[in-house]
């Protein structure tokens, strides 16, 4: 069965450091998402992506955030200047193309900013 | 915005016991509605969805939902656990609009005891 996949697994950084995060949705999927889940904390919207553009975004997702869809595979989340705030597992997820259609989840990249 | 509620952050059963996870939301439109679980060192994976039709959702590995517009609920049923069943469940809904962003609840941890 396709797959979200994420790399890395885990990522830990320095504050102030650039960071980005890589998802390989599942092939035929159309609509993209980033999530992240502070620790003890609900999961949270950060940003949507469809036809190569922003579709929505969430509060936290400022200008530190941005995410690209670079070669027609690898969808990344890339955070300019990190801060301690922002240690907390990311999550991608895609979907298919109808609003009814699934949403289907990575495992996850645990990022740690020291 | 809408906003979503699990009643219970950790529960404990012996196996073969019932199951019953609350879950609520606050919105006042047409939402569609998601039970997430995330067994340990794994992603999330859907259970079930409710989008129309019938309010009562039978998902995987015999879990079912009841959907109940009057008292904004829907929550998550399993008659009898088994230890495999272990696990973080996760209620979320979308709106019937929009880029089918998820908004989730806190979770709850279930520990099912052999």
């Known amino acids: 069965e396709p797959e979200v996949t994420q790399t890395p697994s885990h990522q830990v950084t320095q504050m102030g450091q650039e960071v980005i995060l890589r998802c390989v949705p599942i092939?035929?999927?159309?609509?993209f998402y980033w999530y992240r889940q502070i620790l003890g904390q609900k999961v949270e919207f950060l940003v949507s992506f469809y036809n190569n553009e922003i579709s929505e975004k969430s509060e936290i997702f400022d200008d530190q955030f941005s995410v690209e869809r670079p070669d027609g595979s690898n969808f990344t989340l890339k955070i300019r200047s990190t801060k301690l705030e922002d240690s907390a597992m990311y999550f991608c997820a895609s979907r298919a193309g109808t609003s009814t259609d699934t949403q289907y989840f990575g495992p996850g990249t645990r990022l740690t900013v020291l | 915005a809408q906003s979503v509620s699990q009643h219970n952050h950790h529960v404990i059963l012996s196996e073969a016991a019932s199951l019953e996870l609350g879950c609520n939301y606050s919105y006042g439109g047409t939402v569609n509605l998601f039970w997430y679980v995330q067994y340990p060192g794994q992603h999330l994976q859907l259970l079930l969805k409710y989008f129309s039709g019938d309010p009562l959702v039978k998902g995987i590995k015999g879990f079912e939902a009841e959907f109940i517009k009057s008292k904004f609920s829907f929550n998550l049923r399993k008659p009898s656990v088994q230890w495999s069943d272990t696990a973080e469940y996760f209620c979320?809904?979308?709106?019937?609009?929009?880029?089918?962003?998820?908004?989730f609840g806190k979770g709850t941890m279930l520990l099912v005891s052999p």
């Open positions: 092939s035929n999927h159309l609509y």
């Open positions: 979320a809904v979308t709106l019937n609009s929009g880029y089918s962003t998820l908004t």
